[in-house]
C-alpha cells in the first residue's frame, strides 16, 4: 500500500554534496518514523540515520555524523538526506525505509522499502 520512491543520488567528487529525497505515498506519512539505509555492492545494508514522526529527534551512524542530515516535510509527504563532505566510502545504494510506529530506537526495524538510489563518490 505505502510506496516510497527516491531520487537524489549520482556521481560527485570527493568532499562535494547531494541531497536524497523519498518521496512517500499511499499511507499516513506523519505518523510513521523514518530511515536512511545504504548497501555497497557486496556489503549488507547497513544503517545511516533516522527520524521520528515529529522531526524533533534523529540518530545517525557514527560514519556519517556531523557530515549528513535527515530531514522531513509532512506538508510534501517527502524525507531528506543532505550529505555534505562526501568520501569514496559513502558509494552505496542508498534505501529509502518507513516504520508504522511513530518512533524510532536503535535496532528497530523497518517494513516498507524504496528501490533505492545510487551514490558514487569517487577520489
Known amino acids: 500500500q505505502v510506496r516510497l520512491v527516491e531520487s537524489g543520488g549520482g556521481l560527485v567528487q570527493a568532499g562535494g554534496s547531494l541531497r536524497l529525497s523519498c518521496a512517500a505515498s499511499?499511507?499516513?506519512?506523519?505518523?510513521?518514523?523514518m530511515g536512511w539505509f545504504r548497501q555497497a555492492p557486496g556489503k549488507e545494508r547497513d544503517f545511516v540515520a533516522a527520524i521520528n514522526w515529529s522531526g524533533l529527534s534523529t540518530y545517525y551512524a557514527d560514519s556519517v555524523k556531523g557530515r549528513f542530515t535527515i530531514s522531513r516535510n509532512d506538508a510534501e509527504d517527502t524525507m531528506y538526506l543532505q550529505m555534505n563532505d562526501l568520501k569514496p566510502e559513502d558509494t552505496a545504494l542508498y534505501y529509502c525505509?518507513?516504520?508504522?510506529?511513530?518512533?524510532?530506537?536503535?535496532?528497530?526495524?523497518?517494513?516498507?522499502w524504496g528501490q533505492g538510489t545510487q551514490v558514487t563518490v569517487s577520489a
Open positions: 525505509a518507513a516504520r508504522k510506529e511513530r518512533v524510532y530506537y536503535p535496532g528497530a526495524r523497518f517494513g516498507t
Open positions: 499511499g499511507g499516513t506519512f506523519s505518523s510513521s518514523a
